[in-house]
């Protein structure tokens, strides 16, 4: 089985600051994670993903996440806050190996952008 | 624009009543989902399709009935819901095999149960 735990539902950060956003997983077998984001009104898009390979993961928007598995960790960054980033987003994982359908995704966190 | 659509969009209903909700890709996709998003929780899956065949029912309470007539579309049919039902309904799609796959979702049906 896995899960995941993000740290924090609503994060602030004014406008050019730092984005960090924390996930932390569980997982039996080597996982997948994931991390969605979802605008006002809309459904999930995917910002980025680790099956396997580089351990620094870029995504769109500027966002990049770092697999770290000594720490069971996949924290999203972003250098410099845009008001656009405003959303929420969830992080994700499921189990590496076929057959499987369970993504779990945690309860995501809403990022607030300070002008 | 995901290539995911949901109808429709909001959705009222009393506990007796019976409605559906649609949801439609055209995207090639071969696999489908609904998930369950409720406030303060995380989101739940709830059924899913691979080649319009059912592989996944997450204990889901029997007055919600998916249907998948073809690899194309994707219903849930809802009746004599509780209130606790009320949350938005998000279908998705995949190629195959969401493992390692990106999920594509819909804009979701905002669900109230009076």
């Known amino acids: 089985a896995q899960s995941v735990t993000q740290l924090g539902s609503h994060v602030s950060v004014s406008e050019g600051a730092l984005v960090l956003l924390r996930c932390n997983y569980s997982?039996?077998?080597?996982?997948?994670l994931f991390w969605y984001v979802q605008y006002p009104n809309q459904g999930l898009q995917l910002l980025l993903k680790y099956t396997t390979g580089a351990t620094l993961v870029k995504g769109i928007n500027g966002f990049e996440a770092e697999f770290k598995k000594s720490e069971t960790s996949f924290h999203l960054t972003k250098p410099s806050a845009h008001m656009s980033d405003a959303a929420e987003y969830f992080c994700?994982?499921?189990?590496?190996?076929?057959?499987?359908?369970?993504?779990?995704f945690g309860k995501g966190t809403k990022l607030s952008v300070i002008p | 624009e995901t290539g995911v659509t949901q109808t429709p969009r909001h959705l009222v209903m009393g506990m007796t009543n019976k409605k559906s909700l649609k949801c439609e890709q055209h995207?090639?996709?071969?696999?489908m989902y609904w998930y369950k998003q409720s406030a303060k929780k995380p989101l739940e899956l709830m059924f899913v399709y691979n080649f319009k065949e059912q592989t996944e029912n997450n204990s889901v309470p029997s007055r919600f009935s998916p249907e998948c007539p073809n690899s194309s579309h994707l219903f849930l049919h809802l009746h004599t819901l509780q209130p606790e039902d009320s949350a938005l309904y998000l279908c998705?799609?995949?190629?195959?095999?969401?493992?390692?796959?990106?999920?594509?979702f819909g804009s979701g049906t905002q669900l109230s149960v009076l």
């Open positions: 998705a799609s995949s190629q195959d095999q969401p493992t390692n796959e990106k999920l594509f």
């Open positions: 994700a994982v499921t189990l590496s190996g076929a057959g499987s359908y369970q993504l779990t």
């Open positions: 995207l090639g996709h071969n696999a």
């Open positions: 997982s039996s077998v080597p996982p997948y």
